[in-house]
């Protein structure tokens, strides 16, 4: 069974245009996240997300929205991609207990989108 | 604030080589540390984790990492590489009663030669 899965895998789009990324999450975790990972292999947060509280890095352009429909999907919505959008997105999946950081992260394949 | 440095952006090696990754940190309390690997069009999947107790942690695959508080640093070994050990690897660092979201090195492109 896939822990983490993500749909699609990859996604080849115009400029301007508005997509969807799904991820689902099978593990029982209550809080997700958003990665991008661009051609350097640089992994950068962009969403942090609980049934309690929301946490976007402050870098990240409000044209990407993460929207959840319950406590096992989360889903990366983005308007007006441009070509720096172009990039691997990752979902992940912990379950933070205490608070600290102790869990280990469980991502997902990724999706590949390119913007062109 | 916590940072994560990963010193080799790429390492090459020979097959049964013994190979070390290295990683240094930085914070102002006390943190949890950890390797994660991500094979060629995959995500990442944890390696080893150190919460507390014994300095040395041994993961899967083989490898192994050392926790060194003085040095801030958390080095990952393997004494015999395969080639299908040819992975990129990050290091991450996430601080007690802080932030539950880790924060990610730049990677270590692992590469080894037949």
Not at chain 1, 111 to 116: A, H, I, M, P, S
Not at chain 2, 10 to 26: G, H, I, K, T
Not at chain 2, 68 to 90: C, G, M, W
């Amino acid at each position: 069974d896939t822990a983490v899965s993500q749909t699609p895998k990859y996604l080849v789009t115009q400029m301007g245009n508005d997509k969807s990324i799904k991820c689902e999450q099978n593990l029982g975790h209550d809080t997700m996240y958003w990665y991008k990972q661009d051609s350097k292999k640089f992994l950068k947060i962009m969403f942090s997300y609980n049934n309690k509280e929301l946490i976007i890095n402050e870098t990240v352009p409000n044209r990407f929205s993460p929207k959840s429909p319950d406590k096992a999907h989360l889903n990366l919505h983005i308007n007006s991609l441009e070509l720096g959008d172009s990039a691997v997105y990752f979902c992940a999946s912990s379950h933070p207990r205490g608070g600290g950081g102790a869990d280990t992260q469980y991502f997902g394949p990724g999706t590949r989108l390119t913007v062109l | 604030a916590q940072s994560v440095t990963q010193l080799d952006s790429q390492v090459p090696v020979f097959e049964e080589a013994p190979v070390e990754l290295r990683c240094n940190y930085s914070s102002s309390v006390s943190v949890y540390l950890f390797w994660y690997v991500q094979y060629p069009n995959q995500g990442l999947q944890l390696l080893l984790k150190y919460l507390s107790g014994s300095t040395l942690v041994k993961g899967i695959n083989g490898f192994e990492a050392e926790f060194n508080k003085s040095q801030t640093s958390f080095h990952l070994r393997k004494p015999s590489v395969h080639i299908s050990d040819t992975a990129e690897y990050f290091c991450a660092v996430s601080e007690r009663g802080g932030s539950y979201i880790p924060t990610f090195g730049r990677g270590t492109s692992l590469i080894v030669h037949p």
